[in-house]
């Protein structure tokens, strides 16, 4: 996710950097030559990186201190219990090696961060709006950044050139660097690659999904975040200042419905975000509610029933109607809102799907 705390948590981890002992830097090259800056930067770099990885994985404490300085904390207990007991379902999968730090802050848009310390934030404005299954994609997201060391590598190679550049400028003020390149770093949200973005969607879904979450959640956040802030990418000449770091959000959407796809062994997919189909029959095109887009029901609908085929590779019991809600077993597939079709059209063309398997 975009980082709205760029600046002051960049300040953050500087506090954080500069309150730990610190090793004494490479000797500084006196008019350097090209070569010796070069080499002066391999050593810098090494020396940052193992700075910035003992904070990441001894000082997850002082990190979230600091954090949560920064940012406020959101004092709702039911709040930050909620996300406490998602990253309890998501590392309960045995599929991460780290612990994690989560809390909620009161900034009202929608965001979330991870940051070094393994200290993952979100804004209450998300938290408002996305519910336990599309939250869960969000801090799989965010939690598979800190465990692929995605912070520290980011602010490693900023904060190394820097330094290496002071150094080889006959520049004393060293640590000024080091502030100025991981603040920039966070302004211009390039703090993580365009591949690592992309990796921790990919990740994303398979750790919802192992934690027994929907598997359209995923998809179904991206389309309420792009219904909030739009695709955040950018064309042209503004990418020179500001590069696109992560995909464009339709793109994301896309990926997430093409995973679930493949986990219900190619027999569930959402066409043009809005027609839920399996093995080619139409099963619904949903309405949009007080709470849900189109596109948000849609890909939770064939999220339900993409468990089936995950679960069983086929239903073996037909659908069911239970007032205005569809079962297939114990599964919950949906309930039928006001100008959908029936929930009695929705088992019908369901076990017309079946009978094709």
């Known amino acids: 996710m975009r980082l709205s705390w760029k600046k002051t948590i960049a300040t953050a981890v500087t506090a954080v950097f500069l309150a730990s002992p610190l090793a004494p830097l490479p000797a500084k090259a006196e008019a350097a030559s090209l070569l010796e800056g070069l080499v002066i930067g391999v050593g810098i770099g090494s020396y940052v990186n193992g700075h910035y990885s003992k904070i990441n994985n001894e000082q997850q404490a002082e990190m979230l201190v600091k954090t949560q300085e920064q940012t406020g904390v959101y004092h709702d207990e039911a709040a930050n219990a909620r996300l406490q007991n998602i ?39 998300a938290l408002d709006i996305l519910d336990d299954d599309e939250l869960a994609s969000v801090l799989a997201h965010e939690m598979q950044h800190g465990e692929d060391n995605h912070c520290v590598k980011g602010a490693s190679k900023a ?29 211009n949200n390039e703090m993580f690659t365009m591949s690592q973005e992309k990796n921790a969607d990919k990740y994303a879904f398979d750790y919802v999904t192992a934690a027994g979450f929907n598997p359209g959640g995923p998809a179904s956040a991206m389309a309420k975040l792009r219904s909030e802030v739009g695709d955040l990418w950018v064309e042209g000449l503004t990418r020179v200042v ?17 995973q679930l796809y493949e986990y219900s062994d190619k027999h569930v997919k959402v066409e043009e975000e809005k027609t839920v189909k399996v093995n080619g029959v139409e099963i619904i095109t949903p309405v949009a509610t ?28 037909s659908a069911s109607v239970q007032g205005n809600s569809v079962y ?10 006001s100008g959908d079709i029936t929930a009695d059209a929705v088992a019908s063309a369901l076990n017309k799907a079946f009978a094709k398997d």
């Open 87 to 125: 990253v309890d379902r998501l590392t309960g999968t045995g599929l991460f090696e780290h612990e994690f730090a989560v809390y909620a802050n009161p900034d009202e848009s929608f965001n979330a961060f991870c940051t070094i310390g393994r200290v993952i934030s979100v804004n209450k404005g």
């Open 159 to 187: 904060a190394g050139l820097s330094i290496a550049a002071g150094l080889v400028l006959d520049d004393s003020n060293v640590l000024e660097y080091l502030m100025g390149a991981v603040a920039v770093n966070y302004i």
């Open 242 to 258: 500001n590069p696109n770091n992560h995909p464009k959000t339709t793109d994301r959407i896309e990926k997430f419905g093409k």
């Open 290 to 317: 007080q709470t849900y887009l189109t596109e948000q029901r849609a890909y939770q609908i064939a999220g339900n029933i993409a468990r089936l085929y995950a679960n069983e590779k086929r239903p073996t019991t």
């Open 328 to 337: 297939v077993g114990s599964q919950f597939i949906m309930t039928s809102q």
